[in-house]
């Protein structure tokens, strides 16, 4: 066993190399972010599932292309990106826009701290608030750790746009959730 | 809406906000796609040619090409292809365009609306399957593929869109395209657990 854990990069060449295990380390590691990004922009679990399955078969496919000089959540995150574009063009009337009700996490119920779970449900109305592309935006910076090029590229955007709109989506974000802050 | 955007460099309070409350998120993938996605990825660990193929950049966007076979689908199967509500991984596919005098599945039933899903399936087949013409107009078409060489079978499939891919089978879809990873339409039914597809298949010659 390493003594530290393995980067991306090194998991996803063991994993072309055969090594079915990293890919099972890549994917309980980036699980919940892939995740979140897709529930939070596609707001319709059972389309989030699909295209979660998706995205990870896409990354088993093309695990011999990855090359590391690319960072790995870059990558994973372009793939997600792609094939949410096509979820919402394909499927557009299905690609729920109306507000996500929140439901009950069996994860955490009664014994979660009210506060927290305030906090939580607050967020995610705020970030349900703001416009599709800046939360794409924002999700690709904190879920992804995209950095503003990054995203630029990812959304086939100029800089200055990709910039604005993580800007205009924190000072929103931040204005919502200033009671929290 | 102010021209210039706002001056905002002190992220930190709000992603520190955003990273704790992630834990409360309220959903996560289901215990099915999680199942498929790491048998899919041990599959092709065992076999690593298979993840390679040349052509693509992973940069491309694959656009263009899911939707050229999901223009092929909408035009061979009708518009309610696109415009169908994708089921939930965790109910069986409703028997749709085959059983159109199935009631919804109740979650109680699940396993008799699947057994009638998989009858319908099957006689949709065998009866398709006496009127298949492989080299009739339009049978190439139903085997366009997109830019990872699915075809719209294999995408029904992905979905799993039961009355979707007996469509296509009846339309002379070929059960075995694989699709670049060399991953066939019947191998993907198995992964999704979808057995009343992988019955369809297999009475249309899957292998």
Not at chain 1, 17 to 40: I, P, T
Not at chain 1, 122 to 147: K, M, P
Request: hydrophobic share 40%; glycine share 4%; with cysteine.
């Amino acid at each position: 066993m390493d003594p530290v854990p393995p980067s991306d990069e090194v998991l996803m060449q063991r994993y072309a190399g055969g090594d079915a295990k990293s890919f099972e380390a890549l994917y309980q590691r980036h699980e919940m972010r892939v995740w979140r990004f897709l529930e939070r922009n596609v707001r319709n679990a059972a389309i989030s599932d699909e295209l979660m399955q998706e995205v990870w078969f896409s990354v088993a496919r093309e695990a011999a292309r990855y090359r590391p000089s690319a960072r790995f959540t870059t990558w994973l995150f372009t793939i997600a990106h792609n094939r949410m574009v096509d979820a919402i063009r394909v499927r557009r009337p299905q690609v729920s826009l109306e507000a996500c009700e929140f439901h009950d996490d069996p994860r955490h119920g009664p014994h979660a701290g009210a506060v927290a779970q305030e906090q939580a449900e607050a967020l995610n109305r705020a970030v349900e608030a703001i416009s599709a592309e800046q939360r794409e935006a924002f999700l690709l910076h904190v879920e992804g750790g995209l950095t503003v090029e990054e995203i630029a590229a990812v959304t086939a955007c100029s800089f200055e746009t990709a910039k604005s709109r993580l800007r205009y989506a924190r000072s929103r974000l931040r204005e919502l959730l200033k009671e929290y802050l | 809406m102010n021209e210039t955007p706002p001056n905002d460099d002190q992220g930190d309070d709000l992603e520190d906000l955003y990273r704790r409350s992630s834990a409360h998120f309220p959903s996560r993938p289901s215990a099915r796609a999680r199942q498929a996605i790491l048998e899919h990825s041990a599959r092709l660990a065992k076999h690593p040619s298979h993840t390679q193929f040349s052509g693509a950049n992973w940069r491309r966007p694959v656009l263009f090409g899911s939707l050229a076979a999901a223009a092929v689908a909408c035009l061979l199967i009708g518009p309610q292809f696109l415009h169908h509500s994708a089921p939930s991984p965790h109910v069986p596919a409703p028997a749709m365009q085959t059983a159109p005098s199935a009631a919804a599945p109740a979650p109680d039933n699940s396993q008799q609306v699947t057994s009638t899903a998989t009858s319908a399936a099957r006689m949709a087949v065998s009866n398709m399957q006496a009127r298949r013409m492989p080299n009739a107009p339009g049978a190439a078409a139903v085997d366009a593929r997109d830019a990872d060489g699915r075809t719209a079978l294999m995408l029904a499939v992905l979905q799993g869109r039961l009355d979707a891919v007996v469509d296509l089978l009846r339309r002379g879809a070929d059960p075995n395209a694989a699709d670049t990873a060399g991953v066939t339409p019947l191998e993907a039914a198995r992964a999704q657990q979808r057995p009343e597809i992988v019955d369809a298949l297999l009475h249309a010659g899957a292998r």
